[in-house]
């Protein structure tokens, strides 16, 4: 399995989403890398949808439909309504395990706008 956080410049979120990868992993191998995204032909490129973006062998199993590819701070909503930025531990855990993750109606949001 290829794990890869995208992230842009000292983002604060880069090495808290490290640490969530490496604990939801629960110890299974993996190749994890931290990519830092400088400009958004490269997030395109790479399927960034602001940042933090976890890629799970190259997917994104938390895009909204119809995301666009960003630079911007990343919030992801969890299961409770609230919003964080990283993704729900136990969401992370089921995407790594390849089940199914239930998405809220909001997905993800631009922390700099009211776009979802």
């Not at 399927?47 to 973006?53: C, D, F, I, Q, R």
């Not at 199914?100 to 706008?113: L, N, Q, V």
């Amino acid at each position: 399995m290829r794990i890869t956080v995208l992230t842009v410049a000292d983002c604060p979120n880069a090495q808290p989403a490290l640490d969530l990868v490496t604990a939801a992993l629960d110890g299974r191998p993996a190749d994890v890398a931290l990519v830092e995204v400088a400009d958004e032909s490269e997030a395109a490129r790479l399927g960034m949808y602001g940042s933090p973006t976890v890629l799970i062998d190259g997917a994104d199993p938390f895009a909204p439909p119809g995301a666009e590819p960003s630079l911007s701070c990343r919030l992801y909503w969890h299961p409770d309504g609230a919003m964080s930025g990283l993704p729900d531990a136990a969401a992370l855990r089921r995407a790594l395990t390849g089940r199914a993750e239930p998405k809220h109606p909001g997905g993800t949001a631009d922390c700099c706008s009211n776009r979802r």
